[in-house]
């Protein structure tokens, strides 16, 4: 590790480890950034770039949790950095900054994304309306109760917004790099309970198998650490429970 | 998927099978184990037989299917032709236990 | 590559790993235990035979261990077919500790009835 920062400012200090590299590996490196009441891992990783190491790559749009295009590991978790108080994960004044794990890295903190949505298409994550003849609405479109037990379901599921948290932290991954994830099979789960979506058959079979949701065991991970309180696991265990009946010729 | 199925039904079994199983295990480890004993339970029992061999045959092919998740993601082991020797070395185990289990019904 | 214990640091990842490591063992020990069981054909001397060769402590002990095991794995998979066709959720981590106690349980009681 070596150290590239200007002189430590007067006051408290926050060391920073950054990982810094590309494709072909990298290393920490550690940072000194003044230490305020008040900040976010997002606040530092800026303050990084934008006094200390102009070419330090990261990504980040909105700042306050709706887009998903924050999350890093920070201090060994897939975290949204906007949302995370530093206080809150720093107790003893380190930050520890890596990019999201099972995504290729791009340059330091960036990752490529291109998998993880790659996954979701094969996992036919698009809303597919129902068809009903000569144009007319489907029936299924004119009413959906909210509090109907289908549309709850999907609703469980329907705030991800792909911040890839989930993915990060799930070892299935890891260890399959062909699995397709919390986070797309959670978006499958969703749409298999929309009773507007005409696509369920061919969906299911598109998620089944060792790629799919077999290959889950339960750790968890991504309901655990899911900054949305979503629980991906859950979504998964719905896929294999209704392609479990489903092989017995039960639809439910 | 089809060995995920298995893999789930052979589950439900075996949780059954296993309690009682352990109760069996709990009540016959009472006062020491002797071979006489065994076999009194045993020895010409259909009912004893008949659970045993599914039991045997359920536990041969969930170890089987269980170890080759373990292999493909611990050791990169994965493939068709894998698979087909997961599902023997599953039932490999399950005769050898159901021969073991007749053994004891025949003894 | 040493695998970092700050992400999996929770009850159900735990949980995952017991029942794979129990699921494990007792899949490499089933062909075992079928082997001795097997040695009852060649007539109830032989069984006896080992019956006595079992009683040795570090035996009994590793018995031991197949029972909690036993009963680990049990328990946690009850765990996997409760979320599975269940769906349950909420409850996950009570199931994580009963699953645990019951593990526990099973060794303790096989431990006193064996002496």
Known sequence: MQDRSEPAPTGAVLQVDVWRGDASGGELRRYQVPARENQTVLDVVTHIQREIEPDLAYRFACRVGMCGSCAMVVNGRARWTCRTHVKKVAADGVLELRPLANLPVIRDLATDMAPFFDKWARARGTFQPKDAPDGAVPAEFHVVPPSSPKRQAADAGIECIGCGVCYASCDIVAWNPDYLGPAALNRAWTLVNDVRDGARQPRLDAVKGDAGCHACHSTQSCTERCPKGLDPSGAVAGLKRTLFWNVFGWDR | MRLWVIQRVTAMWLAFAVLVHLVTILAAVQGGLSAAEILDRTRGSLGWLGFYAAFALAAGLHGAIGLRAVAAEWLGWRGKRLDAAWVAIGLLTAGFGISAAYGLYAA | ?115
């Open chain 3, 1 to 115: 590559m040493r695998p970092d214990p700050r992400p999996r640091s929770h009850p159900t990842y735990l949980a995952f790993l017991v029942h794979r490591i129990s699921g494990l063992l007792l899949a490499l020990f089933l062909p075992l235990h079928f082997w001795a069981l097997s040695r009852a054909i060649s007539g109830e001397a032989a069984l006896e035979g080992f019956l006595r060769w079992a009683d040795q402590p570090l035996v009994k002990a590793s018995e031991t261990l197949l029972v909690v095991l036993l009963a680990a794995h049990l328990a946690g998979g009850l765990r996997v077919l409760a979320l599975e066709f269940l769906g349950w959720r909420s409850s996950q981590k009570t199931m994580v500790a009963a699953s645990a106690g019951v593990a526990l349980a099973s060794g303790l009681l096989f431990l006193f009835h064996a002496g």
